[in-house]
């Protein structure tokens, strides 16, 4: 049935079906309303539709609308972004990305950019959580708090580092292999004084038969006060009495220097350090062997794994000068490590890094103030002495005394004052 008035003719839709492919020869969806084709008077007369070619399916071929062209009919479903970045509803993503017009080139500068950005907070991030973890593994031990009666500061920061022949964590086994000896507690088997100062840096040693005087002192454990009595002792047993609280306090009055932190490492410690390297290289002048450290070396350059370290460094007796000698291979040695630890090729490997930090951290004893610049400090400070930046000496001695090594007062004086006053060192041991 025609809803349409006699005389008037639903021209739109025989307009407009067939150029928008609503109206066409094709069977018609079930429902559709059917329109009579009426001739309207005046306007020229049109071909009545044509039945379908065979294969036909129904649905008109027309060429694309121009570019710009609207029209009108929405039906609510959205099929791209304005750029033509976007796709269809389960469709393939159009060429050119979000936002971008189809051939047009990728802005690199804003992708090196934010690759930077990204890059830089990935480091940023590693960086932080390292320096955490690294300063949860610090054994802070010692309380330099307890040390009375303190020389003034100065400009220079001073570090006691200490050897012990600690066996704390070692086998019967590795014990055997170190050639360590089973003895119980902890000695001090080396000391020395490096002052990082800006007039240069200087590593002194302290030999451990020193002979010095122990002063007043308040015991570590105890808070018990100890008055001076005079007593002259060898350096090391100062450790052996109380602890590292009253060896720094016992440094600090026979020198006159003030001790800003304090370093201890036990024999199983250093081995590891060395070993978590991956070996540090030496050059040994002259060949030498010791039964009792275990040393067994070739003269010229060679890399000491940590069992052949910790020989190098303990021995003694093989030398004219006893623990003179053995005080500056144990300079020699301490510089060479902190040069390895402190190159690029360790410091950006993390396959070197964290291990030898981690063998250094668990097995290093500092005191409560000891930060990690504070150590990282300490490391370069020895760097630079190896480097020739600095001064690597023994305590200038004078004579003995009942088998004690006497220091040579006028130049410990003079040493100690250069130190303070942020001078280059020039007194020489001898």
Not at 286 to 311: H, T, Y
Request: charged share 25%; proline share 7%; aromatic share 6%.
């Amino acid at each position: 049935m025609n809803d349409w008035p006699e005389g008037r003719t639903n021209d739109r839709g025989a307009d407009r079906g067939p150029r928008y492919g609503r109206g066409s020869a094709g069977a018609q969806p079930e429902g559709a309303r059917v329109m009579r084709h009426v001739q309207r008077p005046g306007v020229p007369p049109q071909a009545p539709p044509q039945p379908a070619p065979d294969g036909y399916d129904g649905i008109p071929r027309q060429s694309p609308p121009p570019s710009g062209y609207d029209s009108g009919y929405n039906t609510g479903q959205v099929y791209g972004t304005p750029g033509g970045g976007g796709r269809g509803p389960g469709g393939p993503r159009r060429p050119g990305g979000p936002g971008r017009p189809p051939g047009q080139a990728p802005d690199w500068r804003k992708r090196i950019k934010v690759g930077a950005i990204v890059l830089l907070v990935a480091v940023v991030g590693t960086s932080v959580g390292t320096y955490f973890w690294a300063d949860g593994k610090m054994r802070r031990e010692v309380d330099l708090a307890k040390v009375i009666d303190r020389p003034a500061e100065d400009d220079c920061t001073t570090y006691l580092i200490v050897g012990s022949d600690s066996r704390e964590g070692m086998s019967a086994e590795e014990k055997k292999k170190l050639h360590t000896g089973s003895a119980e507690g902890k000695r001090t088997d080396s000391m020395m004084v490096l002052a990082a100062c800006g007039g240069g840096n200087s590593m002194i040693s302290l030999p451990r038969d020193s002979d010095v005087e122990i002063p007043k002192f308040v015991g570590s454990e105890s808070g018990k006060t100890f008055p001076a009595q005079g007593r002259r002792v060898k350096l090391n047993a100062a450790y052996a009495e109380d602890g590292p609280e009253l060896l720094v306090r016992t440094v600090e009055h026979n020198t006159g220097l003030r001790i800003d932190h304090y370093a201890e490492i036990g024999f199983a410690g250093f081995a590891n350090i060395v070993d978590a390297l991956g070996g540090v290289e030496m050059d040994i002048p002259k060949a030498f062997k010791d039964k009792k450290s275990g040393a067994d070396f070739q003269a010229g350059k060679q890399e000491l794994n940590g069992e052949q370290a910790l020989a190098f460094v303990r021995t003694r007796y093989a030398f004219a000068g006893s623990d003179l000698d053995r005080t500056k291979n144990q300079q020699k040695f301490l510089s060479a490590l902190a040069s390895q630890a402190a190159t690029p090729g360790t410091i950006l490997n993390p396959f070197k890094l964290y291990p030898t930090m981690g063998a250094g951290l668990d097995t290093v004893i500092v005191d409560k103030d000891m930060s990690l610049f504070d150590l990282a400090e300490m490391f370069f400070a020895m760097k630079g002495v190896s480097g020739g930046e600095g001064t690597s000496m023994n305590m200038p001695i004078s004579g003995e005394r009942g088998g004690n090594l006497v220091w040579n007062q006028d130049k410990v004086k003079e040493l100690v004052k250069q130190i303070q006053n942020d001078e280059k060192v020039t007194v020489t041991e001898k």
